[in-house]
């Protein structure tokens, strides 16, 4: 049987019908008067965005702030050390168990340790938890990548008598460049999950994570949904940009 590709414009469809469809649910819900006192209708939340837009999107700019500098610091940590692993066996020796504590770690449990460490006034500590949650993804998939080039191809390129910064730059690299882009799209969302969970635990009283649950304490249940659709918003920008990132580096790769 031959499998069957679906239309360009039905994978676009469908999630929005789905997700319509979801909305009409909720909110035929939230109307019946069955639904939790802090589950308010979609319309509410979405008036409370638009008339709250000033303060949410200020709190909006210091997550999305939080999280692109964690991804950054934990990608460039990522690749470096992952370099350094493929490249030398006693120093994957060493990171290994090291990398794989830190991948255990709960968010939960570091973050108030290190928002702490560095102060009420301080960005760092969350930041570094962003950091430590995007570096996981990105070291197992650069290091996996790196080690992808078979042995006949760099034994053709010794054969050639190419260098080592020739191989790498024309064999290593580009095998393991899709497996980076990977770790970055999978690294993006989880430096904004985690900067938005590093928000509820101290540190300044500023961002989407620390406004949701200031909300939400204090019963303005539209206002704390508010701030979550903006969370979600902040989500969905670093996705698509790293997955547009990925789809435009893989397309130029060659087969």
């Known amino acids: ?3 069957r590709t679906l239309p360009r414009w039905l994978r676009w469809v469908a999630p929005l019908v789905v997700g319509l469809i979801g909305l009409v649910v909720w909110g035929a819900w939230v109307a019946s008067g069955t639904a939790p006192r802090m589950l308010p209708s979609p319309v509410a939340i979405l ?6 837009w000033n303060i949410i999107s200020a709190d909006m700019a210091v997550t999305a702030t939080n999280a692109f500098v964690g991804l950054v610091a934990g990608s460039l940590l990522g690749i470096v050390l992952a370099g350094l692993a493929a490249s030398v066996k006693p120093i994957d020796g060493m990171l290994a168990p090291l990398v794989a504590a830190i991948a255990v770690v709960p968010i939960v449990a570091i973050t108030p340790i290190l928002n702490t460490m560095f102060g009420a006034s301080s960005q760092f500590g969350r930041q570094m938890v962003a950091a430590i949650a995007a570096f996981i993804p990105v070291f197992v998939n650069v290091l996996r990548g790196l080690r992808q080039s078979r042995p006949v191809h760099r034994d053709v390129f010794r054969a050639s008598a190419a260098t080592s910064a020739q191989t790498f730059r024309k ?5 393991a460049l899709p497996y980076l882009m990977t770790g970055l799209r999978i690294a993006a969302s989880v430096a904004v999950i985690s900067a938005l969970v590093a928000e509820y635990f101290g540190g300044p009283a500023d961002g989407v994570g620390t406004a949701i649950a200031t909300y939400a304490k204090s019963g303005r249940a539209a206002l704390a949904w508010a701030y979550v659709f903006g969370g979600i918003l902040i989500g969905l920008v670093f996705f698509l940009v790293t997955s547009l990132l990925e789809r435009l580096v893989t397309r130029r790769q060659p087969a």
């Open 47 to 52: 008036q409370e965005f638009v008339l709250r």
């Open 171 to 175: 064999l290593t690299l580009p095998t």
């Open 1 to 3: 049987m031959v499998a």
